[in-house]
């Protein structure tokens, strides 16, 4: 039973015992699946039309506690419920569980049955309704950097996150011997995926020891979104169930590269790439050029979509194949963003900013937004930076900070224009929940350096 199921499929499935459980999942602010475990038959019976959830799932932090300063929902205002309203379009089987499906869901007020517009997938759905207003189709892909390690996530967090032993000890950037140590875990995540119609291309390994790097076809943005989203999942899951942990978080100790979550980019107009003509520059069409150029002149708006956490700008650091710029070149791993395929008719922008623990919606609408107002704006792309640009002088940064990040997407009014104020504010809060709960935080460096010398 591989790819993706139609609703009728799925209910022949459970008349015929192949499924008996079926995931009705919304995405939360971080990009995580949350939702209920139903009855196949009961779903496929009544609640394919709607099922409901509290409204605090999208006003939480990554430890589901429940902070002020919201708009949407409150203690004040009671937590009330959201519609969960399963988009059919998206069901699939998930291998890796047995007899289970799953399918995803747009949020909905419980009351008017509007969209709920800071829910992650409405976001992204609003700029791709702008982008085909203009009569153009986003095309995306985004690449998946982890790290495995040797113990269980519970093994792991009974040592406080002291006992981190990668799965492997060495650099395995493209090492076939180092990844075929990992194949119990890389596998089956690769097959389960595609048997549950995620068209996975390969996997790697990255550039440090237990990094790996999943890589799937792009496809429509949402399509996309969704794609990064069960597969991060899922590799947590396959690791879990052979009894070793994946994590995401983009910089897990000081000495280690980061792990990124790279995005392609391109738009497609007529079942062709409008970011393609033949005989220009590189291969780029003036839209390319426009659509980059908004990107790069907004790339401190969007930075709190593409490194939403403290931890996300620890990974920018020289020499790390993180960049450190927002500026773009052709070809070269130490730009911001990248020039794929030139003079190709795969042509393509990568932006490398984008960290491991994006939210894939928020990121890939960020950056259509900038692109969008680029050739709004008709802007005109600079010429490419060329050579070492870790040590480029007079060209912009990406913000250092979570701090600094928050401040300009408050001030930003691209991105006020393009997701409305409602939006902004309410993640402009969520960078801060962030950066308020690190700020109260006695770290290990800070009682290493401080407890004998202070």
Same mark, same amino acid.
Request: hydrophobic share 40%; net charge negative; with cysteine.
């Given at each position: 039973?591989?790819?993706?199921?139609s609703f009728d499929?799925l209910?022949r499935?459970?008349a015929?015992?192949?499924i008996d459980?079926?995931l009705?999942?919304l995405?939360d602010?971080q990009?995580?699946?949350m939702?209920?475990?139903?009855?196949a038959?009961?779903f496929v019976?009544s609640? !394919?039309?709607?099922?409901?959830?509290c409204?605090?799932?999208?006003a939480?932090?990554l430890?589901?506690?429940?902070?002020?300063?919201?708009a949407?929902t409150?203690?004040?205002?009671?937590?009330g419920d959201y519609?969960m309203?399963?988009?059919?379009e998206?069901?699939?089987?998930?291998? !890796?569980l047995?007899?289970?499906?799953?399918?995803?869901c747009d949020?909905?007020?419980?009351?008017s049955?509007?969209?709920?517009?800071?829910?992650?997938?409405?976001?992204?759905k609003?700029?791709?309704?702008r982008?085909?207003?203009?009569g153009?189709t986003?095309i995306?892909?985004?690449?998946l950097?982890?790290?495995l390690?040797?113990k &269980?996530?519970r093994?792991?967090?009974?040592?406080?996150f002291?006992d981190l032993?990668?799965?492997s000890?060495?650099?395995?950037?493209?090492?076939?011997?180092q990844?075929?140590?990992?194949?119990?875990?890389?596998r089956p995540?690769?097959?389960?995926? !595609?048997?549950a119609?995620?068209p996975?291309?390969?996997s790697?390994g990255?550039?440090?020891a237990?990094?790996?790097e999943?890589?799937?076809?792009y496809g429509?943005?949402?399509?996309?979104?969704?794609y990064?989203?069960?597969?991060?999942?899922?590799?947590k899951?396959?690791a879990?169930?052979?009894g070793?942990?994946?994590?995401?978080?983009p910089? !897990?100790?000081?000495?280690r590269?980061? &792990?990124?979550?790279?995005?392609?980019? &391109?738009?497609?107009?007529?079942?062709r790439?409008?970011?393609?003509?033949?005989?220009?520059?590189?291969g780029?069409?003036e839209?390319m050029r426009q659509y980059v150029?908004?990107?790069i002149?907004?790339?401190a708006d969007l930075?709190?979509?593409?490194a939403?956490y403290?931890?996300?700008?620890?990974r920018?650091?020289?020499g790390?194949?993180?960049?450190t710029?927002?500026v773009?070149?052709?070809?070269n791993r130490t730009?911001?963003?990248?020039l794929?395929?030139?003079n190709?008719?795969?042509?393509r922008i990568e932006c490398r900013?984008?960290?491991s623990?994006i939210?894939?919606?928020?990121?890939?609408?960020?950056?259509l937004?900038?692109g969008?107002?680029g050739?709004?704006?008709?802007?005109d792309l600079?010429?490419?930076?060329?050579g070492?640009?870790y040590e &480029?002088?007079?060209?912009?940064?990406?913000?250092?900070?979570?701090?600094e990040?928050?401040e300009?997407?408050?001030?930003?009014?691209?991105?006020?224009?393009?997701?409305g104020?409602?939006?902004?504010?309410h993640?402009?809060r969520?960078a801060e929940v962030e950066?308020?709960?690190?700020d109260l935080a006695?770290?290990?460096?800070e009682?290493a350096?401080?407890f004998e010398?202070?």
């Amino acid at each position: 039973m591989p790819g993706q199921m139609s609703f009728d499929a799925l209910k022949r499935a459970v008349a015929e015992g192949g499924i008996d459980t079926v995931l009705v999942c919304l995405i939360d602010m971080q990009g995580r699946l949350m939702g209920k475990r139903f009855v196949a038959q009961h779903f496929v019976d009544s609640a !394919w039309e709607e099922t409901h959830c509290c409204n605090y799932l999208l006003a939480t932090d990554l430890e589901m506690a429940t902070p002020d300063g919201y708009a949407s929902t409150s203690w004040r205002a009671g937590y009330g419920d959201y519609v969960m309203k399963p988009d059919l379009e998206t069901i699939r089987p998930v291998p !890796w569980l047995e007899g289970t499906a799953l399918v995803l869901c747009d949020l909905l007020d419980h009351h008017s049955h509007d969209p709920v517009p800071h829910a992650p997938r409405q976001v992204l759905k609003a700029q791709v309704a702008r982008a085909e207003a203009m009569g153009l189709t986003p095309i995306m892909a985004t690449e998946l950097e982890f790290f495995l390690f040797e113990k &269980s996530l519970r093994e792991i967090a009974a040592s406080g996150f002291r006992d981190l032993t990668p799965i492997s000890a060495y650099n395995e950037d493209y090492n076939i011997f180092q990844t075929t140590k990992e194949e119990a875990v890389m596998r089956p995540l690769r097959n389960h995926l !595609w048997a549950a119609g995620i068209p996975v291309e390969n996997s790697k390994g990255e550039a440090e020891a237990g990094q790996e790097e999943l890589n799937i076809k792009y496809g429509p943005a949402l399509l996309a979104a969704d794609y990064h989203t069960i597969a991060k999942h899922a590799t947590k899951e396959i690791a879990w169930a052979q009894g070793h942990a994946a994590t995401f978080l983009p910089k !897990w100790h000081k000495d280690r590269v980061g &792990s990124a979550a790279h995005v392609h980019q &391109s738009l497609w107009k007529d079942g062709r790439n409008a970011f393609f003509e033949k005989g220009a520059d590189h291969g780029m069409s003036e839209l390319m050029r426009q659509y980059v150029a908004g990107q790069i002149k907004y790339a401190a708006d969007l930075t709190v979509f593409l490194a939403p956490y403290v931890n996300s700008y620890k990974r920018f650091v020289k020499g790390t194949f993180a960049p450190t710029k927002t500026v773009w070149s052709v070809d070269n791993r130490t730009a911001g963003f990248r020039l794929c395929g030139e003079n190709t008719p795969g042509v393509r922008i990568e932006c490398r900013i984008a960290g491991s623990d994006i939210n894939p919606y928020l990121a890939l609408a960020a950056l259509l937004a900038a692109g969008l107002r680029g050739i709004e704006e008709k802007l005109d792309l600079a010429p490419p930076t060329r050579g070492d640009i870790y040590e &480029s002088a007079d060209v912009p940064e990406i913000p250092r900070t979570l701090r600094e990040a928050t401040e300009t997407l408050r001030s930003s009014a691209m991105l006020r224009a393009a997701m409305g104020d409602f939006v902004v504010d309410h993640y402009t809060r969520a960078a801060e929940v962030e950066q308020d709960a690190f700020d109260l935080a006695v770290t290990d460096w800070e009682l290493a350096r401080g407890f004998e010398r202070a």
